[in-house]
């Protein structure tokens, strides 16, 4: 276990030694939730057009995921297991590069950024991959957030790899609740396109 924390602590430094003056300001807006309202509209949007009524069943299938994944990344393993974010490791002191001061909180695994977009990732490529073959699309981008947390200095690669790991067994959770729901109302058994 000793060996992986040292070799995580390594490709940390090698990722975030990667960085440039002019990139500092664009991965602080890839990484701010805010920025990716409008994504999260346009799925929204899709679930509308293609659900109507019942569009209320899969955004509780996208809402029980994003939960998951947050509360065990946040609630659970981070005070579970403290370990230190980069930008606040004392070993780590002046190797770690740090984007306008933003350091995040004190513990750091596992990112709830990478469980929350992974599996919301996920959750679109079970739900809708016969109907629209975009939806792998989702998961370069969850990427790309996720990316940016290793880049700011707040998150190990390992606690990255983790937090998706835990979002996308989070969105198979949203996917079987939203197939539960369908057949309870229903009364038959859901075809995979809710």
Same mark, same amino acid.
């Given at each position: 276990?000793?060996?992986?924390?040292?070799?995580?602590?390594?490709?940390?430094?090698?990722?975030?030694?990667?960085?440039?003056?002019?990139?500092? /300001?664009?991965?602080?807006?890839?990484?701010?939730?805010?920025?990716?309202?409008? $994504?999260?509209?346009? &799925?929204? %949007?899709?679930?509308?057009?293609?659900?109507?009524?019942?569009?209320?069943?899969?955004?509780?299938?996208?809402?029980?995921?994003? *939960?998951? @994944?947050?509360? %065990?990344?946040?609630?659970? *393993?981070? /005070?579970?297991?403290?370990?230190?974010?980069?930008?606040?490791?004392?070993?780590?002191?002046?190797?770690?590069?740090?984007?306008?001061?933003?350091?995040?909180?004190?513990?750091?695994?596992?990112?709830?950024?990478?469980?929350?977009?992974?599996?919301?990732?996920?959750?679109? %490529?079970?739900?809708?991959?016969?109907?629209?073959?975009?939806?792998?699309? *989702?998961?370069?981008?969850?990427?790309?957030?996720?990316?940016?947390?290793?880049?700011?200095?707040?998150?190990? /690669?390992?606690?990255?790899?983790?937090?998706? $790991?835990?979002?996308?067994?989070? @969105?198979? @959770?949203?996917?079987?609740?939203?197939? *539960? &729901?369908?057949?309870?109302?229903?009364?038959?058994? /859901?075809?995979? @396109?809710?």
């Amino acid at each position: 276990m000793e060996q992986l924390v040292e070799w995580d602590k390594a490709f940390f430094l090698y990722l975030n030694g990667q960085h440039t003056s002019w990139l500092d /300001p664009i991965m602080m807006v890839l990484s701010h939730r805010l920025t990716w309202v409008p $994504l999260y509209l346009m &799925l929204l %949007v899709f679930i509308i057009r293609r659900h109507g009524r019942e569009s209320w069943i899969p955004v509780v299938g996208i809402a029980l995921t994003i *939960l998951l @994944a947050d509360q %065990v990344c946040s609630s659970l *393993l981070k /005070p579970l297991f403290a370990r230190l974010r980069p930008s606040h490791e004392p070993s780590l002191d002046g190797l770690v590069h740090i984007v306008d001061g933003y350091r995040g909180g004190h513990y750091g695994f596992a990112s709830s950024h990478a469980g929350n977009t992974f599996g919301l990732a996920m959750f679109f %490529v079970l739900r809708y991959h016969r109907i629209w073959k975009w939806t792998w699309i *989702l998961f370069p981008w969850a990427a790309i957030v996720a990316y940016t947390r290793i880049y700011l200095g707040v998150h190990y /690669p390992g606690d990255v790899i983790v937090g998706a $790991l835990i979002g996308m067994l989070a @969105a198979y @959770a949203g996917h079987r609740t939203c197939r *539960l &729901l369908k057949k309870a109302i229903h009364g038959r058994r /859901p075809t995979s @396109a809710v």
